[in-house]
């Protein structure tokens, strides 16, 4: 049955549908990762986005249960050049969701259009004309909102000492946790909209705020009382989360061009020169001369665009990065920032203990 993308400005993308027909309008975003398209999709950091795989054959080695991000498929819809038929899984479990998709689509063409105007809006149409109905503001709260958790979950850890993490929920990849809880520590997850004295009242070792879908500006209004918190408890910030440690400790955010999406993103270490190769998935990033150099310290820094992509606060135990060190799909290769986050709790607490 025939499809068509249909951009903001009336362009126009035809193809065929994937599952059954529903248009849901959303940013149409391009992910360049060659594998972990189950991930992709269940990412809650795609949710109001259309995700474009530029891999030109997505479905060929199935959907594996256990491997999404979260519990279900979370994007606005997907665009692929080829779905691949012979095993229906991602088809059905798309379709089940009421994700909209659209197959057989030019995405060479789509991911030009994407990468020369930057932010473009559109939706997946049974006829291939222009939507007059609204489109999607990235300043609403509204991602957020559905994919954060209703009420705090505590996983328990390997030990009755564990660490105890609060894992902010702003749209978190279930990746997060399973690191968390592999190096050790019991995490509860915990609502985005949890005030920061209930936060103390749990008596966290450490702070994670997650990555998560839109403009982190919109979360403006929920950093305010936040900063005497940060300030006293190890705190580590993973993309939105990252850009939100730095708006609500002075920073700012922007923008970029055309966003940073998939496993295959080279980011330099710069205290010590190494470089990862890693999983990213975000449009906005934090502004490196909005940061008080007397306060906070460039960590890291994206190899094709030099944006950031990691910082630490000089005086508070503050650490964040842009890209996702959980990986999910992509590589490990920064999977040691929580073995990190782990010794800089540990450390934290025996002062505490020991004085
Ligand atoms: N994965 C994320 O946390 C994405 C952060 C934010 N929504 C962005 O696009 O930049």
């Given at each position: 049955?025939?499809?068509?993308?249909?951009?903001?400005?009336?362009?126009?993308?035809?193809?065929?549908?994937?599952?059954?027909?529903?248009?849901?309008?959303?940013?149409?975003?391009?992910?360049?990762?060659?594998?972990?398209y189950q991930e992709?999709?269940?990412?809650?950091?795609?949710?109001?986005?259309?995700?474009?795989?530029?891999?030109?054959?997505?479905?060929?080695?199935?959907?594996?249960?256990?491997?999404?991000?979260?519990?279900?498929?979370?994007?606005?819809?997907?665009?692929?050049?080829?779905?691949?038929?012979?095993?229906?899984?991602?088809?059905?479990?798309?379709?089940?969701?009421?994700?909209?998709?659209?197959?057989?689509?030019?995405?060479?063409?789509?991911?030009?259009?994407?990468?020369?105007?930057?932010?473009?809006?559109?939706?997946i149409r049974s006829?291939?004309?222009?939507?007059?109905?609204?489109?999607?503001?990235?300043?609403?709260?509204?991602?957020?909102?559905?994919?954060?958790?209703?009420?705090?979950?505590?996983?328990?850890?390997?030990?009755?000492?564990?660490?105890?993490?609060?894992?902010?929920?702003?749209?978190?990849?279930?990746?997060?946790?399973?690191?968390?809880?592999?190096?050790?520590?019991?995490?509860?997850?915990?609502?985005?909209?949890?005030?920061?004295?209930?936060?103390?009242?749990?008596?966290?070792?450490?702070?994670?705020?997650?990555?998560?879908?839109?403009?982190?500006?919109?979360?403006?209004?929920?950093?305010?009382?936040?900063?005497?918190?940060?300030?006293?408890?190890?705190?580590?910030?993973?993309?939105?989360?990252?850009?939100?440690?730095?708006?609500?400790?002075?920073?700012d955010t922007e923008?970029?061009?055309?966003?940073?999406?998939?496993?295959?993103?080279?980011?330099?270490?710069?205290?010590?020169?190494?470089?990862?190769?890693?999983?990213?998935?975000?449009?906005?990033?934090?502004?490196?001369?909005?940061?008080?150099?007397?306060?906070?310290?460039?960590?890291?820094?994206?190899?094709?665009?030099?944006?950031?992509?990691?910082?630490?606060?000089?005086?508070?135990?503050?650490?964040?990065?842009?890209?996702?060190?959980?990986?999910?799909?992509?590589?490990?290769?920064?999977?040691?920032?929580?073995?990190?986050?782990?010794?800089?709790?540990?450390?934290?607490?025996?002062?505490?203990?020991?004085?």
């Amino acid at each position: 049955m025939k499809a068509y993308l249909v951009f903001e400005d009336g362009e126009v993308f035809p193809g065929e549908w994937i599952g059954s027909p529903r248009e849901v309008p959303g940013e149409v975003v391009f992910t360049t990762g060659m594998t972990g398209y189950q991930e992709v999709v269940s990412d809650p950091s795609y949710a109001g986005q259309i995700v474009t795989f530029t891999y030109p054959l997505i479905g060929n080695y199935s959907t594996v249960p256990g491997e999404e991000e979260s519990d279900a498929p979370q994007c606005a819809g997907v665009v692929m050049s080829e779905l691949f038929e012979g095993d229906p899984h991602l088809k059905t479990w798309l379709d089940r969701h009421g994700v909209p998709g659209i197959t057989g689509v030019d995405t060479r063409s789509v991911v030009k259009k994407v990468r020369t105007q930057g932010a473009v809006r559109g939706v997946i149409r049974s006829v291939p004309e222009p939507w007059s109905a609204e489109w999607p503001d990235p300043l609403s709260l509204e991602w957020v909102h559905r994919v954060s958790v209703k009420e705090p979950v505590t996983y328990q850890g390997k030990s009755p000492e564990a660490l105890h993490v609060v894992l902010v929920d702003f749209g978190y990849k279930k990746s997060i946790r399973e690191a968390l809880l592999e190096a050790g520590c019991r995490v509860t997850v915990v609502p985005y909209t949890t005030d920061p004295a209930t936060l103390a009242e749990m008596k966290p070792d450490g702070l994670l705020l997650s990555n998560g879908p839109g403009d982190p500006k919109a979360l403006l209004p929920f950093l305010s009382g936040w900063q005497s918190l940060i300030g006293q408890i190890p705190t580590m910030g993973i993309c939105l989360g990252h850009q939100l440690l730095a708006l609500a400790l002075g920073g700012d955010t922007e923008r970029l061009p055309f966003g940073h999406r998939g496993s295959n993103h080279p980011v330099k270490e710069l205290t010590t020169g190494r470089v990862m190769i890693t999983s990213q998935n975000h449009g906005y990033a934090v502004k490196a001369d909005s940061l008080n150099p007397k306060e906070w310290q460039i960590t890291h820094k994206n190899i094709n665009d030099g944006s950031v992509e990691g910082i630490m606060h000089r005086n508070l135990p503050v650490t964040a990065v842009q890209f996702h060190p959980e990986a999910h799909p992509g590589p490990s290769d920064a999977a040691f920032l929580f073995e990190r986050f782990v010794k800089q709790m540990t450390e934290a607490k025996e002062v505490v203990m020991h004085g």
